[in-house]
């Protein structure tokens, strides 16, 4: 299966948002236990990069994610909507088996 990847979308905003907070260095995508669906998408500006973080870097977006997220997010893709309703980063993956109306809670088999 593929690695986690990032949409041009998204690595647009990340690098906006992180050229906006001088003290950010990168943007890190966790898969935490939670939400109405059993497990949720966290989304979070870091200057801490941990020894064990998968690193992925696209036009000038840098985004860490931890081994057991990455676990969960293996063939998924970081994404950017700027719709009507309002801006957000989601996460397009293939092994949520279902998910909640938020798009931040999903659950795998």
Known sequence: MT?????????ARVAEILRAEPGARALRVEVLAGGCSGLQYKFDLTDTQAPDDTVLERGGATVY??????????????DFKDAL?????LVK?????????CGTSFSVD
């Open 65 to 78: 994610v931890d081994p057991v997220s990455l676990d969960f997010l293996a063939g998924a893709e970081l």
């Open 93 to 101: 993956n293939p092994n949520a088996t279902s998910a909640c109306g």
């Open 3 to 11: 690695p986690f990847s990032i949409s041009p979308a998204a690595a």
């Open 85 to 89: 309703m309002g801006a957000h980063f």
